[in-house]
């Protein structure tokens, strides 16, 4: 027994110690945020403050320093995402993730993204002469010196990631990455091609696939007639049905897409200061750590504070002493795809106008985890890479290759100078010369300045199309007939300056014409747009505190209208056929629009507008299409119509021989609806409040599965807002009665030229991704309630009230 005894004790002890070794050995993972630190390649010395949320005050004594600590600390706290994204824009995820990412990393690499790139670099990378340049090249160094001196992330020892220094290839890497707006085309163009092929155009009517008549426009200075949104679907051919593949692999990405956002800026005339408001936040998908990292640079002729992309130098959006810059998305189609002709007797050919053409052809060697080399060719014709071997249902279905046409492909790639521009702006002409170096993504671009100037200007390389094309379907790509036929200059894409009405928006809703023209796209329904002029034309005395209100505004007039139409349309014995319904049916008919987290309302709603839909739509999409079809814009901007329409042919079930009609459908849904929720949250309709079903987690990419979950991860927590209001906390509907946000402000900023040095914002969890840090989720609750931090400018401030010092000294050369 005493020989068992101290066994047990020796085993304890050993178990004791390991965790405590353990625990020790990920003490020493955390960021530096105080101490002296020497590095090769300074200039002069710099120092970096850090506030109570983590984030980096840099002061240095020339620009180059200032970048070179910013790559430095980035890293510290950012390394793996960097890598993340880095290896997303090479295709090179299989290396480290094993076997199941090889179809992932085929797709990426099929893309170009690489070679482009490389082609970028080439071009405005392979000297320090400009500096824009050598920011960046200081940017990498510092991060390089992170990789060769610093702490080894834990992510890059549980996953075994070798550490690669960073090079300008990567910036461009990286900015590759942001051009994932396709996506929206590859989920919604085959639901429209399935419906019009099935069943005709009378069905087609009823789906929004474009810009709804009536809906509201975001206003431009050149208002002229409005051309035809998109010619007649028959003058063309289809796409492939049901895209799921390359839906679900987006999806999975271990770094998050971008998706939307809202952005204002309000004129001096509409303010109570007589300065401008500017009001920003980036929709992207939630994931840990969030994707924006503040810094705040301060440096002879610089000073500047932004939110960066992690792995490139300069802010995308921020404000200096001058100007403020915010982002949303244009959501224009930047995206074709061609059907070639092949040739017969040769593969490798393809028919180009009145000849066969040699397509470029690459291979490509997949690095594997755990497995041997994946080896594959690209073909490449004059629109762009075949995707036959890349996306199944195209290679499933398509004898002849199918290639895609991509903007970013087409122009140089000169974000980093654009955003070299937008971070060192004097002027609003510097802004308007930068945004018209973007060819894609299609962004908007939201400006303010210290003078009292706003504007918004869509930041896009705009092909001229025949008018007979239609962009969500098929192209001839033999004969040239649906190639484009140009380019607009910058100056005809749609702008607006000190505009009349005082102020200008984005809420990722259609512009409004210019010089004739309308633009197709996937632009979100009007709900949010006409939401934020709605508020804002109603006053002109607007402060911090009230844009507080606005950007976290959770009030949807639009679903309103919409459940007091379909509770007016129930059949009343199942309005009234037990006191849950009679409740349930009172309170939604109530209803302000509000999705506050003790409110009931949205958690009835939701719920309804998915069993209507499902009731609805599923038997003509059948279980997959349907699926797909709820996460895209396409559903947001059809239900709201489809709803006030009780003449679809939607409605009735083609299944059945009964004709099912909306009421019939609305009653139905309705009846379901509280019967789940009375079995999903008891029977009290009270305590059916949206906080119990409305939760949030930011999920790490270690974090996916358990027990890492539970290391990485951060939520769930319960969180106000809802789909397509301004606190745009997005999910999919789903029949199981919760409501993940899986997207929404990626952080919120509010700017006060009249307080430059005390601007606002919040990040969705922290500044930092190291699991260690203190500011890994230090802003999480902050984020889910609505909240504020400072955006601190003022040195005597900074230092007064800082958590850390980290000072970087050059390293002093002998001489001998």
């Known amino acids: ?272 200061s007589g300065k401008v408001l500017f009001c920003n936040d980036t929709h992207i998908r939630y994931g840990q750590p969030s994707v924006w990292y503040e810094a705040h640079l301060e440096a002879p002729g610089l000073s500047v504070y932004g939110n960066h992309l992690g792995g490139f130098p300069f802010p995308f959006t921020g404000h200096n002493r001058f100007a403020a810059i915010g982002l949303t998305m244009f959501e224009n189609d930047d995206i074709d795809l061609y059907r070639e002709k092949k040739n017969p007797e040769n593969p490798n050919q393809y028919w180009a106008n009145d000849q066969w053409e040699e397509m470029k052809i690459r291979e490509e060697v997949i690095k594997v985890k755990g497995g041997e080399d994946v080896r594959f060719e690209v073909r490449t014709t004059r629109h762009g890479p075949v995707m036959n071997e890349v996306i199944p249902e195209i290679y499933q279905r398509e004898k002849e290759p199918v290639s895609m046409w991509w903007i970013y492909d087409k122009f140089p790639v000169k974000i980093l100078q654009a955003a070299y521009k937008f971070s060192h702006a004097k002027s609003i002409a510097d802004v308007r010369t930068a945004s018209s170096m973007v060819a894609a993504p299609g962004l908007n671009v939201m400006y303010g300045d210290i003078e009292g100037n706003i504007a918004w200007w869509t930041a896009a390389k705009l092909p001229i199309r025949p008018e007979h094309v239609n962009g969500k379907l098929f192209l001839d790509g033999a004969s040239g007939k649906d190639d484009p036929l140009g380019w607009l200059d910058f100056e005809q894409n749609p702008q607006s300056e000190n505009p009349e009405s005082g102020f200008v928006y984005s809420a990722n809703n259609q512009p409004d014409t210019m010089g004739g023209m309308v633009h197709q796209g996937y632009y979100v329904p009007e709900h949010r747009a006409k939401r934020i002029m709605e508020l804002l034309n109603n006053e002109n005395d607007w402060d911090t505190e ?203 900023r509010i700017i006060d030229f009249a307080d430059l040095e005390n601007s606002l914002s919040v990040l969705p969890t922290g500044q930092s991704g190291n699991v260690m840090s203190d500011h890994y989720a230090d802003q999480a609750e902050m984020y889910a309630k609505g909240e504020f931090r400072k955006q601190m400018m003022n040195r005597e401030e900074i230092e007064k009230t800082a958590k850390g010092k980290l000072v970087f000294n050059p390293e002093l050369e002998f001489q001998h």
């Open 1 to 272: 027994m005493k020989l068992f005894k101290k066994s047990l004790l020796f085993l304890l002890a050993i178990v004791v110690l390991a965790v405590l070794g353990v625990f020790i050995y990920l003490q020493t993972l955390k960021p530096q945020y105080s101490g002296e630190i020497t590095m090769k390649g300074l200039k002069d010395g710099v120092e970096v403050f850090y506030d109570d949320y983590g984030i980096p005050h840099i002061y240095a004594q020339n620009e180059e320093d200032a970048y070179y600590a910013l790559g430095y600390v980035h890293a510290q706290d950012r390394l793996f995402q960097m890598e993340m994204m880095r290896r997303v824009g090479a295709g090179r995820l299989a290396d480290i993730l094993g076997p199941d990412l090889v179809q992932t990393d085929k797709f990426l690499r099929t893309l170009g993204i690489a070679q482009k790139a490389e082609e970028a670099v080439e071009m405005y990378m392979s000297s320090d002469t400009a500096a824009y340049q050598r920011d960046a090249l200081a940017y990498l160094s510092g991060i390089n010196h992170f990789i060769e001196n610093g702490k080894t992330p834990l992510e890059f020892t549980l996953i075994g990631i070798p550490k690669e220094k960073f090079t300008p290839k990567d910036i461009y890497l990286i900015v590759g990455y942001m051009g994932f707006s396709f996506a929206l085309a590859l989920r919604t163009d085959p639901i429209v091609e399935k419906v019009y092929k099935q069943y005709g155009t009378d069905y087609l009517k009823d789906l929004a696939h474009d810009w709804p008549a009536g809906w509201e426009r975001i206003p431009t200075q050149k208002k002229d007639s409005v051309m035809e949104l998109s010619p007649p679907y028959e003058e063309q051919d289809a796409l492939p049905s049901a895209m799921e593949g390359v839906s679900a692999m987006l999806d999975n990405l271990p770094v998050p897409l971008w998706l939307g956002s809202n952005g204002w800026v309000v004129a001096p005339k509409k303010t109570k």
């Open 546 to 748: 009230k844009m507080k209100g606005i950007i976290t505004d959770m009030v949807s007039n639009d679903y309103v209208e919409l459940a007091k139409q379909v509770i007016s349309n129930l059949d009343e014995n199942t309005r009234s056929s037990s006191e849950t319904h009679v409740k349930a049916a009172a309170i939604l008919n109530n209803w302000d629009g509000d999705h506050q987290l003790d409110d009931v309302a949205p958690t009835i709603w939701y719920k309804l507008l998915y069993n209507i839909l499902e009731m609805t739509l599923r038997d003509e999409l059948g279980e997959a299409d349907f699926n797909t079809f709820l996460s895209t814009h396409l559903m947001k901007r059809t239900f709201p119509i489809l709803l006030k329409n009780d003449s679809s042919l939607w409605w009735d079930d083609v299944n059945t021989e009964e004709k099912e009609t909306r009421d019939f459908i609305f009653t139905k849904a309705f009846d379901r609806a509280v019967s789940e929720l009375s079995r999903q949250l008891g029977g009290n309709v009270g305590e059916w409040k949206w906080g119990k079903v409305h939760t949030i987690e930011h999920v790490h990419p270690i974090g996916r599965k358990p027990p890492l979950d539970k290391v990485f991860n951060v939520g769930p927590i319960p969180i106000m807002g809802g789909n397509e209001v301004i606190n745009n906390t997005g999910f999919t509907l789903t029949g199981d009665g919760s409501y993940k946000a899986l997207y929404g402000p990626a952080m919120r």
